[in-house]
């Protein structure tokens, strides 16, 4: 019997997640069950809450148990099929978990469409949570509008990235905060923010009067602590805050820190709302259009950061925290895959 590839959750991290806490494994793929798919994973997503599902307490998902195949988003293309609605050669995406093979009932997969102009890694970098969570984020809580003064946090990256592009196409002016001056260069000169600040070398709060002179409108906020306390000093009045994630706070030891001007929320009559993904997925094909026209026009585009090989998984998830990719970062799961 062909072998799977796995990595399992070994133990709880205190704070900064390490290959010590996971597991390597290799099991024989058992035989499909009446309804079941076999999947061939492809491309597996790392993502910030990878680190939250690891923790004791739940998040929006049951913490993953110890012992168990570590949860994550991934493409493949189906192997075999006991389920009328998948064919052999289906490219498909779910949770396919960080392992090689994934079986599925069905349930928990959705077909994907991939032609020479949507490569399969387009589901990783534009389509899929990644492209519903900067739209609705910024559509439905930001409501952007022509002349608005647009803020983006963790702008380089696969969410962040998008957001931007999208505050232009809307008429904001749009500012981006990244780690490096490479990432700010391509926001500016490639993306088309207006400007972009260098988070680890700049003074934040002048920076920001600087670039923002007519104050903060929306803030797309992906990192929680320093910087969203920085950002509610310069809000305006009704100032919409989509928050998308605290990655600054989620290797804390101990609990996750508040911004000491929460109060600025009240007196400047803003809204703060947070939101998960999946409440948009019964959406997915409205998001889905918006992003197929903006991509086929040339007005939304994307980067993937490709790790070669399942068995990199640990080590490059720490690239998420310390800033040192760019895009999207995902896992080429078999390097010897042909796109």
Same mark, same amino acid.
Request: hydrophobic share 40%; with cysteine; charged share 20%.
């Given at each position: 019997?062909?072998?799977?590839?796995?990595?399992?959750?070994?133990?709880?991290?205190?704070?900064?997640?390490?290959?010590?806490?996971?597991?390597?494994?290799?099991?024989?793929?058992?035989?499909?069950q009446a309804g079941e798919v076999l999947i061939k994973h492809l491309y597996l997503s790392l993502d910030p809450t990878n680190r939250l599902w690891v923790?004791?307490?739940?998040?929006?998902?049951?913490?993953?148990?110890?012992?168990?195949?570590?949860?994550?988003?991934?493409?493949?293309?189906?192997?075999?099929?006991?389920?009328?609605?998948?064919?052999?050669?289906?490219?498909?995406?779910?949770?396919?978990?960080?392992?090689?093979?994934?079986?599925?009932?069905?349930?928990?997969?959705?077909?994907?469409?991939?032609?020479?102009?949507?490569?399969?890694?387009?589901?990783?970098?534009?389509?899929?949570?990644?492209?519903?969570?900067?739209?609705?984020?910024?559509?439905?809580?930001?409501?952007?509008?022509?002349?608005?003064?647009?803020?983006?946090?963790?702008?380089?990256?696969?969410?962040?990235?998008?957001?931007?592009?999208?505050?232009?196409?809307?008429?904001?002016?749009?500012?981006?905060?990244?780690?490096?001056?490479?990432?700010?260069?391509?926001?500016?000169?490639?993306?088309?923010?207006?400007?972009?600040? /260098?988070?680890?070398?700049?003074?934040?709060?002048?920076?920001?009067?600087?670039?923002?002179?007519?104050?903060?409108?929306?803030?797309?906020? /992906?990192?929680?602590?320093?910087?969203?306390?920085?950002?509610?000093?310069?809000?305006?009045?009704?100032?919409?805050?989509?928050?998308?994630?605290?990655?600054?706070?989620?290797? /804390?030891?101990?609990?996750?820190?508040?911004?000491?001007?929460?109060?600025?929320?009240?007196?400047?009559?803003?809204?703060?709302?947070?939101?998960?993904?999946?409440?948009?997925?019964?959406?997915?094909?409205?998001?889905?259009?918006?992003?197929?026209?903006?991509?086929?026009?040339?007005?939304?585009?994307?980067?993937?950061?490709?790790?070669?090989?399942?068995?990199?998984?640990?080590?490059?998830?720490?690239?998420?925290? /310390?800033?040192?990719?760019?895009?999207?970062?995902?896992?080429?799961?078999?390097?010897?895959?042909?796109?």
């Amino acid at each position: 019997m062909e072998m799977n590839q796995q990595w399992r959750l070994a133990k709880r991290p205190v704070t900064d997640l390490s290959e010590d806490d996971f597991e390597w494994s290799e099991q024989a793929i058992p035989p499909l069950q009446a309804g079941e798919v076999l999947i061939k994973h492809l491309y597996l997503s790392l993502d910030p809450t990878n680190r939250l599902w690891v923790n004791e307490e739940d998040s929006y998902f049951p913490a993953v148990v110890i012992g168990d195949v570590m949860r994550g988003g991934g493409v493949g293309v189906v192997e075999q099929s006991l389920n009328p609605r998948y064919k052999q050669g289906d490219f498909v995406q779910g949770m396919l978990n960080w392992q090689r093979y994934a079986i599925d009932d069905g349930s928990g997969i959705s077909k994907i469409r991939v032609t020479e102009d949507l490569p399969i890694t387009a589901y990783h970098g534009i389509f899929g949570p990644i492209g519903m969570t900067a739209y609705f984020g910024l559509m439905d809580i930001g409501k952007p509008r022509a002349g608005e003064t647009l803020v983006v946090s963790a702008a380089a990256g696969a969410v962040g990235s998008l957001v931007g592009q999208m505050g232009k196409q809307a008429g904001c002016r749009v500012v981006g905060l990244a780690g490096s001056d490479e990432k700010c260069r391509w926001l500016t000169e490639t993306l088309g923010f207006d400007a972009a600040i /260098n988070y680890k070398t700049a003074n934040i709060r002048e920076s920001l009067l600087a670039t923002c002179p007519k104050g903060i409108d929306i803030y797309f906020d /992906n990192v929680a602590g320093e910087i969203l306390e920085t950002v509610l000093e310069q809000i305006n009045i009704g100032a919409r805050i989509p928050l998308c994630g605290m990655i600054s706070q989620y290797n /804390n030891e101990g609990a996750i820190t508040g911004p000491k001007n929460f109060a600025n929320i009240l007196m400047k009559r803003a809204t703060l709302k947070g939101f998960i993904v999946i409440d948009y997925f019964q959406r997915e094909k409205e998001a889905f259009d918006y992003l197929e026209k903006g991509l086929r026009s040339g007005q939304l585009q994307y980067r993937v950061d490709v790790v070669d090989g399942l068995q990199s998984a640990p080590k490059a998830l720490a690239r998420l925290f /310390n800033g040192s990719n760019t895009g999207k970062l995902i896992v080429k799961v078999d390097p010897s895959w042909q796109d």
